[in-house]
């Protein structure tokens, strides 16, 4: 039995290409007219007193115990310990849609939906998936890729989940990436695709050319009739460190691309702003022709799925979000961090440039905190586990035939040291 809340949204939507990807938990997904919205109503209606929320309150302030209030000093109880709205601070969202903008210029005459916090952007990526991912709607990622989207996909939404080779001899597979779509569509009428620029665990990002071949293929497969819904994965953001690399995200072309592209993207402060613990992320919706009561509709769906599981983000993690946004240093700091992992990319690209091994082979990268390596003839874990006990390093094996390092945890001075030992230790395993 669909909720009358459900339904009602579902009419809103239903001539979206969102509500034909849609999963069949997304289309029975609704926002409770309970005790957060009729909060909501209160908190502008209730004059003399508000009985909604489960809060301690004394003079229309939440109660801070001395505890907490030493160690942010700087923060008022609304920022620090009263419950956040489902969707995120207004100011928060606001902020981060002119972020957004400001990175992606192209965006500036589009219209696409105002960004929903969640905590995190694994969080983002298993709601979208409670919206979209079912077990006749599979997802499709590059090989190699992070592990969770596998585990998001298979073991939280009973889904397949399907991989393209992500590199060629050229760089991008974008030819394998367009064969899987397009099999994926004509199964099952529609396509779930998800790209990670820079990628992990490769860390590449597509070049100018890549990326308008990409935007151009996507507009093809549409173009045939088939609903195509692309998540950029865009965690590790404007972490470039070469020249030709396509600086904006995908999202900002695919955004307007066709009536039959639903572009979705994850993003947030987590890589960007060096703010990995505060689990503060955001899912940005786009669809050409789609209204702004459709956008709306889908944001309610998605409150949804936030209400129900964690039903908000944390405040203090937004309230410290926004109060480094304000601070004139902040970008000059991100700056001078961004520098020191240029640094680190550029020595580790001298040492993979000048060394050879008849066991790795570099994967392609050019940005964001790590790069891979092609483990030829010896197991990747049984790499891992040697460089772990012999050399006291610690790398991660993605799959039998991955080997990921981050760069971006280890101190310039040891890097040589590091990828030396990586290299002798797998001649060692031959």
Known sequence: MINPLAKSLNDKLENSTAWALMSEMGKRMYFPNGIISQGG??????????????????????????????????????????????????????????????????????????????????AALSYVSDLFVDTDKPLLAPDPCWDNYELITCARRGAEFHHFKCFNEKGLNIK??????????????????????????????PTKEEAAAIVAMVKSVAEDGIKVLVLSDDAYFGLNYEANIESQSLFAYLAD????????????PTKEDFAWGL?????????KGMTDEQYEA?????MGVIRSSVSC?????????MHAFKDPAHDAAKKEMRTMLEKRFKLVKEFTNTHTSSVLTPLPFNSGYFMSFHVNGVNAEDLRKKLLADYGIGVIQINAETLRVAFSSIDEDKIEKVYSAIYEAAEALK
């Open 313 to 321: 983000s944390s405040t203090p993690a937004q309230s410290l979000v």
């Open 298 to 302: 889908l944001t309610v769906k998605f």
């Open 257 to 268: 691309v066709h009536e039959n592209v639903l572009a979705i993207k994850a993003d947030g």
């Open 176 to 205: 394998a990436l367009e064969e899987k779509m397009r099999e994926d569509g004509k199964k099952y009428g529609s396509v779930r695709v998800i790209l990670n620029f820079p990628q992990n665990p490769s860390g590449y990002s």
């Open 279 to 287: 689990r503060a992320g955001f899912i940005t919706f786009a669809s």
């Open 41 to 122: 109503e209160a908190a502008t209606g209730a004059s003399f007193a508000n009985g909604t929320i489960g809060m301690t309150v004394t003079n229309k302030v939440p109660v801070m115990l001395p505890s907490y209030a030493k160690n942010v000093p700087n923060f008022t109880p609304q920022e620090t310990v009263a419950y956040a709205k489902t969707a995120g601070h207004p100011d928060l969202r606001k902020i981060w849609k002119e972020k957004i903008i400001e990175k992606n210029p192209s965006l500036a005459d589009k219209k696409f939906s105002m960004p929903i916090l969640v905590p995190g952007l694994t």
